[in-house]
């Protein structure tokens, strides 16, 4: 990578080079384990003119996003997030009947079913043919296409502007951020709001969280890089909140630059906080590569010294980020023999890069095993809850990240 992707300058530097890597949801069918298995660098960088961190664009978002393997509403809390996101913008932006909302990169309409629930016209805006599928099986419009300022303006001729534009999660996926931002304001009206959930960079760099570096996710923003990114389209950012999901993530809340005003005091001092991590300067980098290593290191001497004791590991959970630590750490079935997952999609097929079958969650109370890995570590909470029942045959429960812990379940107390 030479060039930023958002400013366009040459003055990048390198933050973690995690090697190379299959696509993250690239699962493999049985046919294909003898076939080749193309990898890309995944090294992540940051622009000192911008302060936007990023991948280069090696994949296309055509290759990962036609077809895909994550369906949302397998996630009990992500539901109930979307559910709760859309009670507190019905009341704040005052939705009602003659209201229009849209979303882009909708899913399976886990989000827009409760829009639909409250009578309120909508729209989602999703490329992945199968889950666009499942969306509208579930009585939810949606579109079979990528956003961009063509497409934005063909909904906003067909259906009107948008008083509110959802983006949860898609930001970070779309290697022209200036193309992407002009097609949000090309859905808004011109009085509308716009709301993007990304993940925060801060916690990223602050909690070890790089196993969320995937080639899926092109860049990574703190607010100081989103003001920039939104302003590229027209948007200006109004409102920010900092939630939970993800490990830690930014909600955007942004208008059309000519009626936005100011922003925030929230965003204020989301950008106090910012700067005094350093995260405008390259001190707040420089340490995050060593860190990185030490999650490695953990991980694999407990797993080396669980086989050596004759004790059994296995995983929970076939996560995009899973594979970027499955990968990075070199974990292959002899120390991981399966993971297993509660998306159907994924069972019988097999991880990119480190070959672990993915089997249907009922295997682990059929098995037993010592210990479970548990991969999506941001869905901590739900997953302890979920998995109690490990607790019955004495198993416990490892959190590779931030750093390795391994919880009793029947207590909840960790204990390493």
Known sequence: MTRCRLCGSEAMTSVVDLGATPPCESFLAADQLDQPEPAYPLHLRVCTDCWLAQIPPLITPEETFTQYAYFSSYSTSWVEHARTFVADAVRRLALGPDSFVVEVASNDGYLLSHVVDRGIRCLGIEPSVNVGAAARDAGVPTLTRFLDPATGADVRAEHGPADLVVANNVYAHIP??????????????????????????????????????????????????????????????????????????IRLWARPSEVAGEPSRRVTDVLDREKAAGLQELSGYTEFSARVAKVRRDLLKFLVEAAERGETVVGYGAPGKGNTLLNHCGIRPDLLPYTVDRNPYKHGRFTPGTRIPVLPPERIAADKPDYVLVLPWNLRAELVEQLSYVGDWGGRLVFPIPELSIVEVASGRVTA
């Open 176 to 249: 022209d951020v200036v193309g992407f931002t002009r097609g949000l304001r090309a859905l808004v009206a011109d009085d509308g709001w716009v709301s993007i959930e990304v993940q925060h960079l801060l916690t990223l760099i602050e909690e070890n969280q790089y196993d969320t570096i995937y080639h899926e996710h092109f860049q990574y923003y703190t607010v100081a890089s989103a003001i920039r990114a939104l302003a590229s389209g027209g948007l200006a950012l109004v409102d920010v909140e900092l939630l939970p999901t993800h490990g830690g993530s």
